[in-house]
């Protein structure tokens, strides 16, 4: 469960504020009740930026072909960089690729100017320093020190993307932390922010519960397993039966 804010999310408030404070685990979870996929894997902060949530701007890459002329046009980025609006999340599609850079200094100097809230990498970034003392928030798969020069291309911006097999759509809301991210269509945001309020109040009642000297064994039991696929419970009915089913009767032996 998460109850820490948002660093990197300046005075984003709002759906960008509220999803950021519940986390990836927390919305992973509402989202596994609902049937929607959009948990990710293996993209992760690169260096100590806290969570960050926002509405996705993307950009899908590719390997230059060998032999391949780089096609004339803007450097890759720097339309999504240029459309943004502030706290945008820009999310660059890089097929996981960790032989070239997909993102850099210059570009995060540019995005942050701009006021995007954070960029996500499926692959390899570089100049994680850059990024971290301009405060822009840097997820990706990996890091390297080679240049996308002469090695990578944007195909387009603004379009539909893949990221670890999840699929982005510009506009989708897009949520990163320690453990992760999530990406959420638009149309799906407001119920899975109900359903994340219940899951955040299930799991404080048994955060109170093992405060309160409950077995560990009685709190993650059956309820546990089954909390994404029943009713909430409030805080104080679930630690008061958790008490109650852990706690011996301490009668006069006989059956209760």
Known sequence: MSTGTAAGMGTAGGAAGELARFGTCNLSD???????????????PRWACGAVAGRAR?????????????????????????????GDVIVVAHQGRADSGGWGGLLSAGASVRGVAGVVVDGACRDVAEA??????LYARSTTPVSARGRTVEVASGVPVEVAGVRVDPGDWVVADRDGLVVIADGDVERVLERVREVGATEAGMLDALRAGAPASAVLGRRYETML??????????TESVLTESVPNQGNGEEA
């Open 58 to 86: 993307t950009v899908l890459l590719r390997r230059l072909g060998e032999n391949e002329t780089p096609p004339a046009g803007p450097h890759l980025g720097t339309r999504a960089i240029e459309t943004a609006q502030p």
């Open 132 to 137: 971290e003392q301009l405060g822009l928030p």
């Open 30 to 44: 509402a989202m596994d009740a609902l049937g929607i996929v959009g948990a990710t894997y293996g993209i992760v």
């Open 229 to 238: 696929t029943e009713s909430v419970l409030t805080e104080s009915v679930l």
